[in-house]
């Protein structure tokens, strides 16, 4: 009788305890154009109203470099991630991995250069230092199209990578570069001092902004859960993430081949036990 109790505790145990997949966190990896407690801050309204939707925790982290969290979003090593759109694209078409949903509303790509050097035309630009984030963004594939169509070759700009969207500015105010790649969301930031030196030599155009998607090995209830917190999801009460269309994904495939091109021979997603 005894032993009879005891197995049929352990039955009630192990029918009351919720799965390893059910209860560990929902791992959301932030692409780093910021730094980390910038970016932890700004998203914890997105990772609480994850939390209050799902039910489930949620945790935000991110990578020391693009390279890195490149190379963990195609292992698959997140269950979200928040990434460039053609980052995204990417993802979606050689990973498998999902959309769920972008953030609103596209956002304005510049080439800045300091007031005191007076470089009005592109061509100017030749021979110079650019600084950018990275060359593989969105915003400096856009930069590099936009200066090839007006003559200015890869070859003819010297590019200074400087690991975040603020130290591209830095780099233009201190001399560094003549010029940086930047966005009107990246100039919103800028300290008022810098921003007065600032000139706008071009505006390159608009890009999507950050895309959210999801791990192909996600159970499809679980990605139907994020896309509804997505579209519920407000700040200061403004819807602020939107559907992507299949119009907006084929739209950044041009950008997207010549990415491949820079990342040879990644690895597929792994095949994960996250969710078994």
Known sequence: MRLMLCFLLALLTMAGAPSVAATRPIRIGL???HSPQHLVTYYD?????YEKALQLPVQLETAPSVEDYTSRAIRGDYDVVLIPAHLGRLLQVDYQWQPLARYMPDNTVY???RKQDAIKEPSGLKGKV???HDRNLLMSLAAQRWLRERGVM???IDWLETGGLASSVYAVVTGQAVAAVTTLSSLSLTRQTEFDQLN???EVGNIPQLYLMANPRMPNHRKAGLRAACDSYRRDGNPVLARITEKELKSLDA???ELRMRLPGQPRTKDAHLYK
Do not use: K, M, Q
């Open 154 to 156: 890869e070859g003819d």
């Open 45 to 49: 309204s997105l990772r609480r109203h």
């Open 111 to 113: 080439l800045i250069t």
């Open 200 to 202: 706008v030599l071009a």
């Open 130 to 132: 650019i600084a950018t």
């Open 31 to 33: 692409f780093p154009f």
């Open 255 to 257: 950008y997207t081949a």
